[in-house]
């Protein structure tokens, strides 16, 4: 009987339970309504449209890119039209705050004047030498200051100091065995190494450079063989010798860029930093650059040629032409070379020079930054030679602060200090350049 009581009472129960639980899901869901419609007006008030002007590629075939496609290249392999198109996109109310005070700190930047500069230092020792063995130091220091006076302009200032003569002091090499004591000569001054203003035209098609300034940042210019503060250091490896440039001087220069291909620009120069100059007997350089993509590896091909005159004496012409190419071997490889040929007025005979040698990035895989290059040059003048070699390995301690091991071997030339032979001269070196 008791079984059966028990039984009776929870039949009777059951309906009651079963209600109260179908009342509860029914409010949870009615609650779970109300958010999800309090969420929804939430996220309409807090999404804002904005019309923006972007870029994009379109291919042959159709094929629209936000950006660049892989190689720059379209599927056909063709090269992409750029284009600039309106779309709505819609940002989060904080999103569009954000771009907005991103976009008047970048205004605000672009309206200060940016300072940066470097100093380098650089041990060399001259061995085998007929003048006797001797350890030579050098160093320099640039301060820059970068403004932006008007839009799509650029104007630059180079400060420079440099102090010690290097080893051609005693070697009296032709190439030239330190550049960077070379561009100011023997001076602790300090100097207006550069001053120029820079403008961009037609969407960079077309750059305009103006002032005091370097036309070798312009011309000549190798990816692998064009930067003595941390590539190779002699002269004949950071430009041709037959390029023949006056010294930083006032000038201007035009390029024009009608695509990622094919580049041509033309530059002018005083021969002797002299504005008296600067309206007859200049220096004058015009030059093809070429870019592309031999299997499926990226190169640069320059053909450059040039006019100008002696600075120790005006009246006499001299004339080059010359190529400057590299191109990626490996992943990691790039070789480059040079070649040119010129001559003076009054010579019986051409002067030529031509350069090779290759470059490896991130030899170790623990050391990705750095770097080590071989390169071999020989230029032969009308009355002087000379063949040398250099190799060097550059290592970053830190971001901002690197050393460099360097050896140079002057096979064969000319002193030019004792008037006799060098032979075999070794010049092993030690650089350090810190940047802020």
Same mark, same amino acid.
């Given at each position: ?21 179908? &009342?509860? !899901? %029914? ?11 309090? !969420? ?30 892989? *190689? ?8 992409? #039209? ?44 001259? @061995?085998?030498?007929? @003048?006797?063995? %001797? ?6 220091? /640039? ?20 102090? +010690? ?6 070697? +009296? ?15 602790? =001054?300090?100097?207006?190494? =550069? ?8 969407? /960079? ?21 064009? /930067? !003595?503060?941390? &590539? ?16 930083? +001087?006032?000038?201007? @220069? ?10 041509? *620009? ?22 093809? #650059?070429?870019? @592309? ?32 190419? /590299? %191109? ?18 009054? #010579?019986? &005979? ?12 991130? $030899? ?18 009308? %009355?002087?030679? !000379? ?40 010049? $092993? ?8």
């Amino acid at each position: 009987m008791r079984w059966g009581f028990w039984i009776i009472l929870w039949l009777l129960t059951m309906p009651c339970v079963s209600i109260a639980q179908e &009342k509860n !899901e %029914q409010e949870k869901r009615s609650l779970q309504e109300r958010v999800n419609a309090l !969420e929804e007006r939430l996220g309409k008030l807090d999404r804002v449209e904005v019309v923006k002007q972007v870029r994009e590629y379109v291919c042959p075939g159709g094929e629209i890119y936000d950006s660049l496609p892989p *190689g720059g290249r379209c599927p056909d392999g063709s090269v992409p #039209d750029e284009r600039a198109t309106f779309r709505k996109l819609s940002f989060s109310r904080r999103e569009s705050i954000s771009e907005k005070i991103e976009a008047a700190l970048e205004e605000a930047e672009g309206k200060r004047v940016a300072v940066g500069g470097s100093a380098r230092g650089i041990l060399q020792q001259v @061995a085998h030498n007929p @003048a006797g063995d %001797q350890l030579f130091a050098t160093g320099s220091v /640039d301060l820059f200051f970068l403004s932006r006076p008007m839009t799509l302009s650029t104007f630059f200032v180079d400060l420079e100091a440099v102090g +010690g003569t290097g080893p051609d002091e005693v070697v +009296g090499s032709l190439s030239r065995l330190n550049t960077d004591a070379e561009t100011l000569g023997v001076t602790d =001054e300090v100097k207006v190494r =550069e001053a120029w203003l820079h403008i961009r035209l037609f969407r /960079d098609h077309l750059q305009i450079v103006g002032g005091k300034f370097d036309l070798t940042n312009y011309f000549d210019r190798n990816a692998m063989a064009n /930067d !003595e503060t941390a &590539k190779f250091l002699n002269t004949a490896l950071v430009n041709n010798p037959l390029l023949k440039q006056p010294v930083n +001087g006032p000038g201007g @220069a035009i390029r024009y860029e009608a695509g990622r291909d094919w580049a041509f *620009g033309l530059g002018v120069q005083s021969p002797n930093n002299s504005g008296s100059t600067i309206a007859e007997k200049v220096y004058t350089i015009a030059e093809f #650059d070429f870019h @592309a993509y031999p299997f499926s590896r990226e190169g640069n091909y320059r053909l450059w040629g040039r006019l100008g005159r002696v600075p120790e004496s005006l009246d006499k012409k001299t004339w080059g032409v010359g190529i400057s190419l /590299d %191109q990626q071997i490996t992943a990691r490889t790039t070789a480059f070379a040079r070649v040119g040929v010129g001559r003076t007025e009054d #010579d019986d &005979k051409s002067a030529h020079a031509w350069s090779t040698g290759f470059e490896v990035r991130s $030899p170790f895989p623990t050391w990705t930054r750095d770097r080590f290059g071989i390169a071999f040059s020989r230029q032969v003048e009308v %009355q002087r030679l !000379e063949s040398m070699g250099e190799g060097y390995y550059h290592h970053y301690l830190t971001d901002r602060f690197a050393v460099a091991f360097d050896l140079q071997w002057l096979f064969s030339g000319t002193n030019s200090v004792t008037g006799q032979k060098n032979e075999h001269v070794v010049i $092993p070196g030690f650089r350090t350049a810190i940047n802020f």
